[in-house]
């Protein structure tokens, strides 16, 4: 069982990138799907989850630049980021959890089975 995540780089303030968050071992279409970024010395920051029951949850310091979508023929999860900030550099994680996830619940790191290795997301001024 992994998840890959892939599609950071070096992007300008008001640029766009996709992230990539695609799954071996599983399918992704009965898994919840969250994705979060990290900083140095700071914790996992939830983005976006998208639960096995087909609803999706954002942080609202992010809705509407971020969107979180899933293709279960490819097995994968992207999160498209638009509008970017410098702020918003930082270690990308995606991960995945074999049970529904709510409102309450997406943001709590601990809930989840299934880790990504992180793709870094630098935005330069």
């Known amino acids: 069982v992994q998840l890959q995540a892939s599609g950071g780089g070096l992007v300008q303030a008001g640029g766009s990138l996709r992230l990539s968050c695609a799954a071996s071992g599983f399918t992704l279409d009965s898994s919840s799907v969250g994705w979060f970024r990290q900083v140095p010395g700071k914790k996992h920051e939830g983005i976006s989850c998208i639960s096995s029951s087909g609803l999706g949850f954002s942080a609202n310091s992010m809705r509407g630049r971020f969107t979180i979508s899933r293709d279960n023929a490819k097995n994968t999860v992207y999160l498209q980021m638009n509008s970017l900030k410098p702020e918003d550099t930082a270690v990308y994680y995606c991960?995945?959890?074999?049970?529904?996830?709510?409102?309450?619940?997406?943001?709590?790191?601990?809930?989840?089975?299934?880790w990504g290795q992180g793709t870094q997301v630098t935005v330069s001024s």
């Open positions: 991960a995945g959890r074999r049970a529904p996830m709510y409102s309450s619940t997406w943001r709590d790191v601990s809930l989840y089975d299934y």
